[in-house]
């Protein structure tokens, strides 16, 4: 098992940028994959997008081209920038660690592991 600490979230207006980040405890994260998660009130959690430990990234389709995953092995740490946002975007996001793997896996399985979550608000 492995920490996750979010941060980075807060208010913003519509079309602006926040960046998000995700610091993972543990030595095994360069063999891990990742993921972000957002949940909206009233709505179930959905999976935004992944970062495999080859750095191979999937996108859900509302997020393409706005949002950038990306992953720093030296600092434990996996960002989420975010762009244009819009109102939509609105919820707490969330860091999903993956299993331990391999360093060219190009996979993302969810783990058990879950960070606290960040708000992020994007006002009209």
């Known amino acids: 098992q492995v920490q996750l600490v979010e941060s980075g979230g807060g208010l913003v207006q519509a079309g602006g940028s926040l960046r998000l980040s995700c610091v993972v405890s543990?030595?095994?994260?360069?063999?891990?994959?990742f993921g972000w998660y957002r949940q909206a009130p009233g709505k179930q959690r959905e999976l935004v997008t992944t970062i495999a430990p080859s750095g191979t990234t999937t996108y859900g389709d509302s997020v393409k081209g706005r949002f950038t995953i990306s992953r720093d092995n030296a600092k434990n740490t996996v960002y989420l920038q975010m762009n244009s946002l819009k109102p939509d975007d609105t919820a707490v996001y969330y860091c999903n660690a993956g299993a331990p793997s391999f360093r060219g896996s190009t996979y993302y399985t969810p783990g058990g592991s879950w960070g606290q979550g960040t708000q992020v608000t994007v006002s009209s």
């Open positions: 543990g030595n095994s994260f360069s063999i891990r994959a």
